[in-house]
């Protein structure tokens, strides 16, 4: 029956195929409800936010503070994109290539120092074995032993570590990035950690403005294949902005408000079996409590910090060719 499906177009074939509306009413129709309360509500957030800020602006036409304009790419695949449009930093979220070689790698890396943004940053993905010295052996990439990749002064390569990019005016971003990602194939793959362990818990400073992980979290851009060990982090740091890739259907973009309605909405999802109408409901009430707020006070919500997640994977799917948009975001 289920492979009947597929062929109808009615089921996807496996987790890393987008879902159905058919496909999470079988799994959960709890969650199901759930994930289209939640994606009506933040479009609503967000639209509300959107307005009260193109307001605010209007009415205070004196600053002066230009915005920094942030491009986001994931999942190249040892292809380039035709049109990176152009910013002040340009961002790449790991898988540069598929083999992981030196020679591919600097290929890419020689492509980003051509682009004309003032700063690239750049983390490793799964298939950048190199950038791993397990995961390199792994892939019997050490013999001969090929020289390392060569990184151009502007482009900075994050592993578990941050820098403090200065742009024109005096404006400054501070960016964390690292690489791992829950364990999702062979050892060859770079920078796998045990779904059980992840190394998240307090190792990300909390005074940065942009985080750039390959792995996503878990509820958000991800189709459920995320980390919640990375969630609860993204909970304590909330940076402005969160670029990952990794989950190709899952490319886009979403804010979180850190609000009830979100706690309702991750903790629903998260459960093993959810059954309870009434987590719903706890769901819309949030959600319904958190608009009206919006509207009665909208200068003090637009003030409320919020993050925003861009999943960058230019790979559709698995396709081979980069169809996704490039992500835009000015900070």
Not at 197 to 213: E, G
Not at 232 to 238: F, H, I, Q, S
Request: proline content about 9%; charged content about 15%.
């Amino acid at each position: 029956m289920s492979s009947l499906l597929v062929r109808l177009g009615l089921s996807r074939a496996g987790p890393w195929e987008p879902p159905s509306v058919l496909d999470r009413l079988l799994a959960s129709p709890v969650r199901a409800v759930a994930y289209f309360l939640w994606r009506a509500m933040t479009a609503m957030q967000s639209w509300m936010r959107t307005r009260t800020r193109t307001r605010k602006t209007e009415t205070n036409s004196s600053s002066t503070s230009a915005p920094l304009r942030v491009v986001c790419i994931a999942d190249t695949h040892d292809l380039f994109p035709a049109h990176v449009p152009p910013g002040d930093l340009l961002i790449h979220a790991g898988d540069l290539t598929n083999s992981g070689s030196p020679a591919d790698l600097q290929l890419m890396l020689d492509w980003l120092t051509a682009q004309p943004h003032r700063h690239k940053v750049v983390v490793a993905g799964n298939h950048d074995a190199w950038m791993d010295p397990v995961a390199r052996v792994a892939a019997g990439l050490t013999s001969p032993l090929p020289p390392d990749p060569v990184f151009a002064t502007n482009v900075h390569y994050l592993q578990h570590r941050s820098v403090v990019l200065d742009f024109a005016a005096g404006r400054r971003l501070t960016v964390f990035g690292a690489p791992d990602i829950p364990v999702c194939g062979p050892a060859s793959f770079a920078f796998q950690y045990d779904p059980d362990t992840p190394p998240w818990k307090d190792a990300i400073p909390a005074d940065i403005d942009i985080l750039v992980t390959h792995a996503p979290p878990r509820h958000h851009c991800d189709l459920e294949l995320g980390c919640p060990g990375l969630l609860r982090e993204l909970w304590r740091v909330r940076p402005a902005l969160h670029v990952f890739g990794h989950v190709h259907w899952g490319a886009g973009r979403e804010v979180l408000h850190w609000d009830a309605s979100q706690q309702a909405y991750e903790s629903l999802m998260g459960e093993a079996s959810p059954s309870s109408w009434l987590a719903c409901l706890r769901l819309l009430l949030s959600g319904v409590l958190s608009s009206a707020a919006a509207l009665a006070w909208p200068s003090m919500t637009i003030d409320c910090p919020t993050t925003v997640l861009i999943n960058a994977a230019q790979m559709y799917g698995d396709t081979g060719r980069l169809r996704n948009d490039v992500q835009v975001i000015d900070l």
